[in-house]
């Protein structure tokens, strides 16, 4: 075989491998997928952007960098995001995000983010809640079916309980309740209750 063979043969070989994506260097961990729905707009006062925002290789969410300079950041160090689905798919909600991009999804309070009260604020994961805290780090962990912002050092959550409503107002009722701080650790004891008040909830 001559050197002009062998050279056509190595030439459509790498064609062939080019074409299966062999060779190819694997996506970093961390990088902005591509597929439908993998990318969110964002929204904040004074300030929007298209496709701000996506998920990573680990399903956490990510601002991008030329976003990030656009938010107005609190004296913690956190900005507000509300993110929302191109697709109209009705997925997003609210964020507090860092200027490093990190990402955190939290509870909607009266048409707005959770408010951070004793250092915690509300954050859920599929149907369960936990706290998250100013870091965005979770420090509750999501094993609650519904959960109350604290309040004097104590929140109110519940276990096996579901979300009711009417009108503008909803609450949750059924399952057991009790109280935890802000570490997580249990201040009263989980029971059944009918029509709990939070004031005999939390009495040990």
Known sequence: MTNLHMALLA???????????????????????????????????????????????????????????????????????????????????????RRDGSMAEVMTFDNGPDAFVNGRARAPVGAKIGYVDRALKRVIPAKYDGAYPFENGIAVVCIGCSLASKGEHSWFEGGTWGCIDPDGKTVAPFKVRERPAFADICRP
């Open 11 to 97: 030439l459509h070989i790498v064609i062939i491998l080019a074409v299966a994506g062999i060779g190819r260097p694997a996506a970093a961990v961390g990088a902005s997928p591509e597929g439908p729905g993998a990318w969110f707009d964002c929204g904040e006062p004074g300030v929007t952007g298209s496709r701000c925002a996506s998920r990573d290789g680990n399903g956490q969410m990510l601002l991008q960098r030329s976003y990030r300079a656009r938010l107005r950041y609190d004296r913690h160090g956190l900005a507000v995001v509300r993110l929302e689905d191109p697709s109209g798919s009705g997925r997003g909600g609210w964020f507090y995000a």
